[in-house]
């Protein structure tokens, strides 16, 4: 009798140790996370911000996809350096900004979008994507046979290159004999080609949504600038806003015309897009909180991207002891 109760006892312990370790194993085990990075030129920065906030949360990234910006944040992520990438984005001011940009004659496009891509090289060796620790696909537009390019293998920067070329602004990208434009011509929100796990969630960051902008204040280095820059620095300003208008009732120039479409058309498609795939947290990045060229406020905008997803992330987990509670 002794025996079986010693037996039966030990039984016993095994077990709460088993149910003990279990416990701990899923403690411990990250949440596996499929990310969807919109286009959305400057405020596309602020998914530095997201991604740094869901590995502080305890989340692993097992894939990404991204259009435009997105497919830029995701690939210096994917690559392992986004806090190089970080870094240099934040000790840009305007005129480093605008001295990146490099303007051209074309009657395709008004800047070449080599000379960024050349100093990101400097810092950041190219690499191919099926190279990558983390599956990575970028969405480019073959904008001559109306068709979506996908890249998840070759050169990172060639996608990068091919995704952010914003129509009429960049040149067009030649790969193989096709113009490829900025991917969020036909998929600003590419949830559609990122690759899946089990038991992943799908997590989407849109950052150009008609939500509410609540402004934040963030202090930024102030730098002084001289007279010839100054000068330099209102004849670039001035091709820009020949862009993307100052304000609201600017008159609409041609190119300004053709930004305001293009801009109702990512949208609509973006709206269609969430309302057919329907992700497990949706970070929304409010459309007016930065201009499509504010690269010289990427602190703030990373701030943005960071509060944005904690508020989000706060959301999830509630409704998740919620369900648990029911």
Not at 54 to 78: C, H, P
Not at 263 to 292: A, C, H, N, R, W
Request: with cysteine.
């Amino acid at each position: 009798m002794k025996l079986i109760k010693l037996v039966f006892g030990i039984f016993i312990i095994f077990a709460i140790s088993v149910n003990i370790s279990k416990a701990q194993d899923n403690k411990n085990k990250k949440t596996m996370v499929s990310l969807v990075l919109s286009s959305g030129g400057a405020r596309g920065i602020a998914h530095i911000g997201v991604i740094e906030e869901l590995e502080r949360q305890g989340f692993e990234i097992r894939s990404i996809s991204g259009t435009s910006m997105g497919a830029l944040v995701g690939g210096m992520y994917a690559a392992g350096k986004l806090d190089v990438y970080k870094e240099w984005m934040c000790s840009l001011g305007k005129m480093d900004v605008l001295n990146l940009i490099d303007f051209t004659l074309s009657r395709n496009g008004l800047i070449k979008g080599e000379k960024i891509i050349k100093e990101m090289k400097k810092m950041i060796p190219d690499r191919n994507i099926e190279d990558l620790p983390i599956t990575y696909t970028a969405v480019a537009t073959d904008i001559v046979n109306g068709k979506e390019v996908i890249f998840n293998s070759g050169s990172l920067y060639d996608a990068i290159r091919a995704s952010i070329s914003i129509p009429t602004v960049f040149k067009p990208f030649n790969v193989n004999g096709s113009m490829l434009v900025d991917g969020g011509v036909l998929n600003p929100i590419p949830i559609s080609i990122v690759k899946r796990h089990d038991n992943d969630i799908l997590i989407v960051v849109d950052v150009g949504s008609d939500k509410k902008y609540e402004t934040q204040t963030v202090k930024r280095k102030e730098i002084k600038i001289n007279e010839k820059q100054n000068k330099l620095l209102f004849k670039m300003q001035d091709t820009i806003n020949n862009i993307i208008p100052k304000s609201k009732t600017d008159k609409l120039s041609y190119y300004n015309l053709l930004n305001k479409s293009t801009s109702l058309m990512v949208q609509k498609i973006s709206e269609m897009t969430l309302e057919k795939y329907k992700p497990d947290i949706l970070i929304e990045i409010p459309k007016s909180s930065f201009g499509t060229y504010d690269f010289y406020k990427s602190t703030e905008i990373i701030e943005l991207g960071t509060n944005e997803t904690k508020k989000e992330l706060q959301k999830y987990f509630n409704n998740k002891t919620i369900s648990k509670k029911k």
